[in-house]
């Protein structure tokens, strides 16, 4: 049919854009703070840091998830792990059981550290719930390897599941293509990595812990590379590809958060930032490392904020559900939607009522 | 299966004249949340053509769950909530859905909508003692699925004054929208997203030049 109409969604924005990306950073910094203790460093601080602040942000991401929905008590209905046979094409049933899979084998990961560490036997409620399970933390050191393993491959699933739920979307030509499960996954352990450089360079703050930090910044310049080629990629998918495509084209390279935010201080500066500081070194300064961590950070949520708003849907009218549910939310208009606001009355529902 | 009906609809533009009376005769019958101008089906009212005021010409475009072959909203539906028929027809269970919208967003058509708590309390002030939905959910169109399986037709196309809308059954032959559709005088929308649509139309554009 001939006459297409383009309009962004405001079903799912920035609400969910927190959630996709404390998800990803969450489950990321579960398999990296894992791996690292059992390969390549033992680790305890680390390993309690990275899992309990992952069990903090999937809570955090989960319960605004739970806040989203419509009706809340059928919940129990994706919680229920024979989900994954009864629907086992559904990304969010696989995230749910990921998630819930992951807090559980990462906190028992992280058990007999904690139960050895004065600061949480000490801490009031948390060191007498702790006391109940001091059998959970004897057994967990008994299974240490396999129960890792077990909270590494559920978090990995987590970190993969957020691209994938995005690509399950068919009718928007950004999300519905195999680079955005890689960039949300590149993207993620980017993110967790410069998260746990915060980490060790100001919350555990250990001489020896040179060369892990080291290898951590390392692993992120490159990370952060992979990650200006994918954008590199889509930016050669949108301008040139499907119409929908470069409406998205559009709206991402005339939006300053954009280019400037997310392109700009969330990759290229951080990027040359820890180029500098793998190559010549920063004469022994934590500062610009600790700053290009931060920018990783903020590029990562902007990453998945602009990916949210600038999924174009391409129809032969215009929408009408989407735009009355945007303006239900009262959010600020995305701006394929300005232009739509734009179009003669006769298109809006307003006339069609009045 | 070669019994089985494979629920179709054909929605003629040329026929359309925009009266709405489907919309209100869908409203009725499936209590849609209308004071929040939340709609099962739509009818758009748009100009097409040039820019001269002689090839501008007033077109009506119904639109409606496409309750397709492959439906993406099923697929991406975390609880099984959105499910099909052996028939073709997509419904909503609204005791397993949760409200996760993910059915929203995967929908081509735009045919999904909220039916939240404030609209239950408003639909018993609308409908009164005859409000039959309890629990908020993701609602569609379903083809009227409680008519199809009386005999009758979906409450749009019965309503329809000008025959525009056209319910059969793809498997049977001699069904006059099976036909409409064989003949590739009836087109799908977005074919190309590999949804397998079950709403078809015939276009209203002829070439005049």
Known sequence: MEGMFYSTQNVWTWWIAIYLFLGGLGGAAVVVSCLTNMYFKPHKQLVVWGNI???????VGSLMLFIHLLDHWAVINVLNPMILITKPDAWIAWGTQFIVWMLVWSIIYTLPYLLETKFWTEMPVVGTILGWFNWLGKLSLKLHKLIGWLAVINAFGTVLYTGLLLQSFPAVALWHNP?????????AFSTAIAFLLLVLYLAIKQEEDHELRVFYERSDVILIGIELMIIFVFFEYTTSGLESARHTAQILWNDMGWIV????????????????????????????????AVLVLGGGYLLRHYFM???????PYPAVNIIRQHSELKLELAPTNKVLALLPSHYSMASKLG | MANTPHYAMVIDLNTCVGCNACMAACALENQTPVWDNKWRTYVHDMEIGTSTDDDVRRRFFPRLCNHCDNPPCMSVCPTGATHKLDNGIVLVD?????????????????????????DLEQGDKFFGELHYRTRPSVDKCSFCAHRVMRGLKPACVETCVGSARMFGDLNDPNDEVAKLVKTGVAKPLMAHLGTGPNVFY??????TT
């Open chain 1, 53 to 59: 602040s992952a069990f903090i942000m999937l809570s």
């Open chain 1, 261 to 292: 935010g997310f392109v700009v201080f969330g990759l290229i500066v951080p990027f040359l930032i820890e180029f500098k500081g793998v190559t010549k070194g920063w004469g022994g300064s934590k500062v610009p490392i600790v700053l290009a």
């Open chain 2, 94 to 118: 609204d005791e397993l859905c949760m409200g996760c919208r993910a059915c929203v967003m995967a929908c081509p058509y735009d045919a999904r909508y909220d039916v939240t708590s404030d």
């Open chain 2, 202 to 207: 015939i276009s209203d554009i002829e070439r």
């Open chain 1, 309 to 315: 708003y600038a999924g174009v849907y391409e129809r």
């Open chain 1, 179 to 187: 680079g955005v499960p890689l960039l949300f996954l590149v993207s």
